[in-house]
Nanobody, 123 residues
Framework: QVPLLEAGGGLVQAGGSLTLSCTTS????????VGWFRQTPGKEREFVAS????????YYADSVKGRFTISRDDSKSTVYLQMRSLHSEDTAVYYC????????????????WGPGTQVTVTS
């Protein structure tokens, strides 16, 4: 299990931008694909985006394609989620997690989650 810490959330107006970060102290982070997920009260956690361990492949939920960009900086053991043109529907707690493959990440694959970071988009 790789302990992860999400950060960067906050309050932003609709149409604005935020960049989230997912960091760890473990060096094995570079061997993992990393995914971002989000959850709002009363709803199931959903997949947002993922990036392969190599950084060469990225995947996005249809709802965020063209607006969100996932990237990684392994020298900092950090994965970023750049969010642009935010909608009120993007309001959620955002979580990250690691797995072997970026293409098949599903929220139900994971048992443990970090604290997440709250993103609130106001209209």
């Amino acid at each position: 299990q790789v302990p992860l810490l999400e950060a960067g959330g906050g309050l932003v107006q609709a149409g604005g931008s935020l960049t989230l970060s997912c960091t760890t102290s473990q060096r094995t982070f570079t061997s993992y694909a990393v995914g971002w997920f989000r959850q709002t009260p009363g709803k199931e956690r959903e997949f947002v985006a993922s990036i392969a361990w190599s950084g060469g492949f990225t995947y996005y939920a249809d709802s965020v394609k063209g607006r969100f960009t996932i990237s990684r900086d392994d020298s900092k053991s950090t994965v970023y989620l750049q969010m642009r043109s935010l909608h009120s529907e993007d309001t959620a707690v955002y979580y990250c997690n690691v797995d072997r493959y970026a293409s098949t990440m599903r929220p139900t694959d994971f048992v443990s989650w970090g604290p997440g970071t709250q993103v609130t988009v106001t209209s």
